[in-house]
């Protein structure tokens, strides 16, 4: 029995979860999140850009974005989709790509998966981000970095985006 809660307690040592819940509907905030039209006008914290360079939702099928800071530095992220299912989830690798090492001075974490679910909360959705580690030392890195804080400013991005919407 002290199995299944040490598995637990070891995975929720590695994840770091951020929920938020939009005034708007599931469909919404799903296309949002999945058309790079979209994508490009909110990802990222407040004064970032992004440039969507790849975007191939399926199993198997990569991601590639460039997070554009204020300064003009560039921040090249990289994922594999694992698993879509449209408007409930979806679950993708998410790394820093080639590059990053030049433009951050700290040891990036690695062996990150995304997981985003979306549910609906009567006209509202509400999109919990799961993000799991390979340890808790490079959950720690991450958060070291600022991720929550990066994630919830991109999230606020995320709500402008969808009032105009």
């Not at 990569?62 to 679950?91: C, Q």
Request: without cysteine.
């Amino acid at each position: 029995m002290s199995n299944n809660n040490d598995s637990t307690d070891a995975q929720s040592e590695r994840e770091i979860v951020i929920t938020r819940v939009f005034n708007a509907p599931r469909e919404l905030v799903f296309k949002a999140w999945t058309d790079p039209k979209h994508v490009a006008q909110w990802w990222g914290p407040k004064g970032f850009t992004t440039r969507v360079t790849e975007m191939d939702l399926r199993p198997g099928g990569k991601s590639r974005y460039v997070m554009i800071g204020p300064d003009g530095t560039e921040y090249p992220v990289k994922g594999v989709f694992r698993e879509i299912v449209p408007l409930e989830r979806i679950v993708t690798t998410d790394e820093f790509d080639e590059g990053s090492e030049k433009v951050m001075n700290v040891d990036l974490p690695k062996g990150m998966v995304m997981t985003v679910l979306f549910e609906d909360v009567g006209s509202m959705t509400k999109l919990t981000l799961r993000i799991t580690h390979e340890s808790a030392e490079e959950r720690r890195k991450h958060e070291e970095m600022g991720v929550v804080a990066g994630w919830n400013s991109s999230f606020d991005s995320l709500d402008e985006f969808l009032a105009k919407a």
